[in-house]
């Protein structure tokens, strides 16, 4: 019985935090598509989906634990690197960090149904497989810069294999950027977001607190492109550093059933013997 009442709890929150994802869009959806139509309303447009991340995130229930570890410096653009762990990592950002942002997501994000036209016409889109693409971006991010609003990087360039634990091989772009137009990178950790909606097959979500940190920002002014090596592994570190212990690993799938104990598998005598030979020799 009990894991039955847990799995039907677990399918019920599930609806409930995908209704209030869904819900809201479909209401603004036709004053998004017309945001998105020119540029000079992208502005507006960020501030909807600002506003439509905090209210989504709100009605999920769950407490967001939000640390800033340094002031961000006022009125200059920024690099935010952040780790990637979770299809909700975009939305808790946006809630976040303040301002009017840009950001850098995939390119099958501008493919996704309804929404992905609307994301692909007002944030950076790329296909990090392809060099001219990847291209692109980087001068689509600079010129943003150079306007004066901050860009949103996820260094690893994919989700994680191994969600606050570790992170995949940072790449170098954001780094080269930010010094090339002399902005700090910001980095910020977000520890938890695998444990609420995880990359998996399917859809898995589980009521689990937020956290996220904005660490000091890191300056960049006189630095070359011969040190973004060197600021890409400091920014690796401090990222790492907000990493939790006791996030590790993803929740697992739900099941109505209790767990079906699996014997363990009995080793031949003459194994048994060879082991115990050799711990005696």
């Avoid at 850098?104 to 996704?112: D, I, N, P, T």
Wanted: proline share 9%.
């Amino acid at each position: 019985m009990r894991y039955l009442l847990r799995y039907i709890g677990h399918r019920l929150y599930t609806t409930w935090a995908t209704f209030w994802f869904v819900m809201p869009f479909v209401v603004t959806y036709p004053l998004q598509l017309a945001l998105s139509k020119k540029p000079q309303w992208h502005r507006h447009l960020h501030t909807l989906n600002r506003y439509w991340s905090k209210l989504f995130i709100f009605m999920w229930g769950m407490p967001v634990e939000t640390v800033r570890k340094n002031p961000l410096p006022a009125g200059q653009p920024c690099v935010y690197v952040a780790n990637h762990s979770s299809y909700i990592d975009i939305p808790l950002l946006f809630r976040t960090i303040p301002g009017w942002l840009n950001i850098m997501g995939k390119l099958s994000l501008a493919k996704v149904p309804v929404w992905g036209p609307i994301f692909g016409r007002a944030y950076i889109t790329v296909d990090r497989d392809n060099a001219i693409s990847r291209g692109r971006a980087m001068v689509q991010a600079r010129r943003t810069l150079e306007a004066g609003r901050s860009v949103v990087i996820f260094p690893e360039g994919s989700i994680s294999k191994k969600p606050g634990e570790e992170m995949g091989e940072f790449k170098d772009g954001a780094f080269q950027l930010a010094i090339a137009t002399g902005v700090p990178i910001v980095p910020i950790t977000m520890p938890l977001n695998h444990r609420f909606m995880p990359d998996v097959d399917g859809l898995r979500v589980r009521y689990s607190p937020l956290a996220i940190t904005l660490h000091e920002p890191i300056p960049t002014t006189g630095l070359t492109a011969a040190d973004a090596p060197a600021l890409r592994q400091r920014a690796h570190d401090v990222i790492a550093s907000g990493f939790r212990a006791t996030a590790k690993g993803i929740p697992e799938q739900s099941s109505w059933r209790r767990p079906v104990a699996v014997p363990a598998v009995e080793q031949p005598a003459a194994k048994k013997e060879s082991e115990l030979a050799s711990s005696n020799s």
